[in-house]
């Protein structure tokens, strides 16, 4: 159990900028800033973050909150998970409680197989540091390779004894599951064949050096292990299974390490496998992140992405690979990013490279062979099909292809100038072939939208049109201002009736100070109106209290104590003020109001609104009174008069303060 002080110091000092800016690559925007949705596949970002307030919206998907409500949400981690994970990030010392077998037991399926995992990346690491086997063959392994001690530990690296059930046995021993160890891939149930209805269970990395994959904030997900034997029947390198929690698919190794060195880089250097990582981070290039053998997929770009627009592929020498991996610059050029290739020398890798050459002959080999992918393309399919006019033709065609993948227009006709160029053909004819491509995309785009307007349109015949209810409306337009200037200081119009000394009524305008929250509790507690919608209700009187009684009202410490089930509402409310910034203007000579100028405006207004719709509501009571009743002679005189006094109530306050009459619903 974690200490409410602890909690509280946690919250105190984090910053959500600093630790979603792990995850997502942020720009000012205004006062606060925005970044690519890590939830969606966005290209406009619409993620938005308030440094002032310390929340975050998602516009994208519809999620926001706090610090805590962003790593709950994007690394799966329980409410305990994510304050020690932030306790940690700022060196806040925290509790840590013995974790008894009920816990355990109690612990949902995703939280018991990251557990195991965390277990099994520890037990691997003292297999490795702490056995003759293991110092014997892995660390030996590891040293040969280049890695330093210090290397060593920093990535966690181990070693699985060449045991059948060493860390199975040792993992049951210290209280874990074996459902679980079976469902992360660690241990392997098999039904004894000699024994028909018993199951043995075996570790599926004996005998195999270590690799944990990590999630982008350190979390284990799996493992890669490679064996170091020479039997042939075995795979050289193996991975964990996919699970609850490993999507190889989704997850690039490293990126745990690399991610602030690429947003501070603003680029990524894409390798195939685990030691070229490692190799690369030993001798300091720290922004370099690995597909784990796998072909590259559209969320390992994404996860790039969020960081830098920009992507520099490094191949070996293998021409069979090379042919191979450019399906995975297409799949980069899709997502609008930007991407260069680098070759290294024939027999050489990353990790060799890097082995043999220090920092500044890498980097220097990089920044001079570094090619752009049109030019790295072109060589090599011009290479491919020599002085064959068909195989030529067939290279052009399939250039054009990529570059019709790239969402840029200007980007789009720039690669294609540069096509023509190394290819020695017409930029017409390209041009023409690459409007054969989008041509026949829009066609099949417009299929497919044809089929789903058809099943729209049976949708759409017994779809009803919903009135719109202004109520709600106005309840969302007072929680929203008192979010945003609740605690300002504002001077506001008062009208009031007083009698003159002649004994006659007059009306009296007077100019008060008051806090913005102030003015709406007294206006909306005088025309004894109540919130409808009951989550509105309920933040209103958490909200109002709160302004109202404490002069040092802060937004951020008020969130924090929010119920969690509301969190996410008070979220959307106030960042949807901020969804749309005009950003730059002065430079144009275009000057625009500040929304904090027309405060005392827009909550006059909203006010009389509410005022209106009440009167509306009288009115609308009246009329159904008149013609349900039928009543006649004075009765009905009487109500058609209230009904003109209130029409002329209305059309009063309306003038007043600038509205247009509406109808209500």
């Known amino acids: 159990m974690i200490s409410k002080s602890t909690i509280d110091q946690v919250y105190e000092t984090a910053r959500l900028e600093e630790v979603i800016g792990d995850f997502v690559q942020l720009k000012k925007s205004g006062s606060n800033f925005k970044g690519l949705s890590p939830f969606t596949d966005e290209r406009t970002p619409s993620f938005m973050v308030s440094p002032v307030k310390q929340i975050w919206k998602d516009f994208s998907s519809g999620k926001g909150g706090n610090v805590v409500a962003f790593l709950m949400e994007h690394e799966h981690f329980t409410y ?34 990251y557990l195991v995992s965390e277990f099994a990346q520890r037990h691997f690491s003292e297999m490795l540091w702490e056995t003759e086997l293991g110092k014997a063959i892995g660390l030996s392994y590891f040293k040969e390779r280049g890695f330093t001690e210090e290397t060593i530990k920093k990535f966690g690296l181990g070693y ?23 469902k992360t891939g660690l241990t392997i149930v098999k039904e004894d064949a000699a024994n028909p209805g018993e199951f043995r269970s075996f570790d599926r990395f004996k005998a195999r050096v270590m690799f944990p994959i990590h999630s982008m904030s350190g979390r284990v997900l799996g493992f890669g292990g490679r064996i170091l034997t020479n039997d042939k029947k075995a795979a050289k390198y193996m991975n964990s299974p996919e699970s609850e929690i490993y999507h190889k698919s989704k997850v690039l190794y490293g990126i745990n390490f690399a991610k602030q060195a690429i947003a501070k880089e603003d680029n990524c250097f894409l390798v195939e496998g685990y030691t070229d990582v ?5 001798r300091g290039i720290h922004n370099v992140v690995a ?3 796998t072909a590259l997929t559209p969320e390992q770009i994404r996860l790039i992405n969020r960081l830098t627009k920009n992507i520099t592929v490094l191949f070996d020498g293998d021409a069979a690979g090379l042919r191979a991996s450019l399906r995975g610059i297409d799949l980069i050029l899709e997502q609008g990013m930007n991407v260069k290739v680098c070759t290294f020398p024939e027999g050489q890798d990353p990790d060799s490279f890097a082995k043999n050459n220090d920092y500044g002959e890498v980097l220097i080999f990089l920044q001079e062979n570094a090619k752009d992918f049109i030019q790295f393309k072109a060589n090599l399919l011009a290479k491919e099909a020599a002085n064959d006019p068909i195989k030529r033709a067939e290279t052009v065609r399939d250039i054009v292809n990529s570059i019709a993948k790239i969402p840029d227009a200007i980007k789009r006709e720039i690669y294609i100038q540069e096509c023509a160029h190394i290819m020695n053909v017409s930029e017409g004819v390209l041009f023409s072939t690459l409007a054969q491509i989008g ?6 785009a417009s299929k497919k939208i044809q089929e789903e307007q058809k099943a729209f349109e049976v949708v759409k015949n017994d779809a009803t049109v919903e009135k719109v209810n202004i109520q709600y409306f106005h309840e969302q337009e007072i929680l929203k201002i008192l979010l945003q200037f609740g605690m300002k200081i504002e001077k506001f119009i008062e009208f009031y009736q007083e009698i003159d000394e002649n004994g006659e009524m007059i009306l009296i305008k007077d100019e008060l100070e008051r806090k913005v929250a102030e003015k709406i509790y007294l206006d909306l507690q005088e025309d004894e109106i109540e919130f409808l919608d009951e989550n509105f209700k309920y933040i209103y009187r958490l909200l109002i209290e709160r302004l109202i009684n404490d002069d040092n009202f802060e937004f951020k410490e008020w969130m924090n104590t929010v119920p969690q089930e509301i969190s996410g509402l008070i979220v ?23 929304k904090e100028t027309d405060i005392v405006q827009r909550v006059s207004q909203t006010i009389v609104s509410i005022r209106l719709k009440l009167i509306n509501d009288i009115i609308n009571d009246i ?4 013609q349900n009743n039928n009543e006649n002679g004075l009765a009905k005189q009487e109500q058609m008069e209230d009904i003109r006094n209130y029409n002329d109530l209305k059309k009063t306050l309306a003038k007043k303060n600038d509205l247009v009459i509406k109808q209500f619903y």
């Open 572 to 594: 959307d409310l106030d960042m949807s003020e901020n969804k749309y910034v005009l950003d730059d203007w002065e430079r144009r000579d275009i000057y625009v109001k500040a």
């Open 278 to 282: 490692i190799q690369f981070y030993q």
């Open 623 to 626: 009329a159904n009174t008149i």
């Open 439 to 444: 041509k026949k995309e829009i066609s099949d």
């Open 160 to 182: 699985c004894l060449d045991q059948w059930d060493s860390f199975t046995k040792s993992a049951l021993d210290q209280g874990y599951q074996l459902e679980y160890l079976e």
């Open 291 to 293: 597909s784990s053998g």
């Open 80 to 113: 305990p998970e994510a304050i020690r994970y932030l306790a940690k990030k700022y060196n806040i010392e925290i509790e840590e409680t013995e974790r008894s077998d009920e816990d355990k037991v109690a612990s949902n399926e995703r939280e018991s197989m």
